[in-house]
DNA sequence: TCGTGGTTACAAAAAGGTGCGTAATTTACT
DNA sequence: AGTAAATTACGCACCTTTTTGTAACCACGA
């Protein structure tokens, strides 16, 4: 984690939750607890590495706890912190917002185009 | 813009507005109609190959509408959508989430530690 | 030997920066 | 008058940086 000290608090939020995982993680741990193993079942495309990388930010972030028990095999836990849960919510805004806005307000694959005022 | 069509309305949603500039952009286009030279100065540091580009992703995606006007010198102007409007309010409450969850519940940059229980 | 939750090194892919070219008109200089 | 330069919003090619994937290895115990 290198520099979250930006201007703007939008800009430090989406450094933690660009990319194709975050909200995702986010998403799945909503049910629960859930071990490392349950989260890549989830999530069948995300590499071992990847995921670990991103359980990491989040646990920096303040969004998820890491929970590692004793005894073999390891077993380690993940949950969403309180405040982790009260940005459920928004995520779940940002879904809602797209459904509504509809794929008749973008741009169909393949054919794009401009607005041209002659 | 290559595969939009995902499961999840989030996970598209994150296609878009992953990466530093899309809620910046939108942020900056809240104070209505921006031209490119606008966007330009309001966030310094962007080139103008990443300003084109996250520009046709927001107009694909229906967050921004891009209006060419013949004539020289070149004038292209840029404007949130209806749609674009209503997720300015969401993008918002993501930053006001982060100030309220505020700099003790996470991680102070190079002191990571890991919930040990033994 | 397998399963868990990692780490590390190396390789591939994606993202991003820089600089040049372009359009048609105005302004600036000589 | 004639030429040169600046202007705006890009596209394109080349190159560097960052991100992500792959594979191998580790610990230990059943």
């Not at 703007?8 to 990319?19: A, D, F, K, T, Y």
Request: aromatic letters at 8%; a negative charge.
């Amino acid at each position: 984690m290198k520099n979250l000290v930006s201007q703007c608090p939008i800009e430090e939020v989406m450094q933690v939750l660009s990319g194709r995982w975050p909200t995702l993680l986010i998403y799945y741990l909503k049910d629960g607890t859930k071990r490392f193993s349950d989260l890549r079942r989830d999530n069948p495309t995300i590499s071992h590495k990847m995921l670990t990388f991103e359980l990491r930010k989040l646990e920096d972030a303040g969004i998820v706890t890491r929970t590692e028990f004793e005894g073999y095999p390891l077993r380690v836990e993940y949950d969403l912190t309180p405040a982790g849960l009260r940005l459920v919510p928004l995520i779940d805004a940002l879904g809602e917002w797209w459904e509504e806005t509809g794929d008749s307000e973008r741009v169909d694959a393949g054919a794009l185009q401009t607005t041209s005022v002659e």
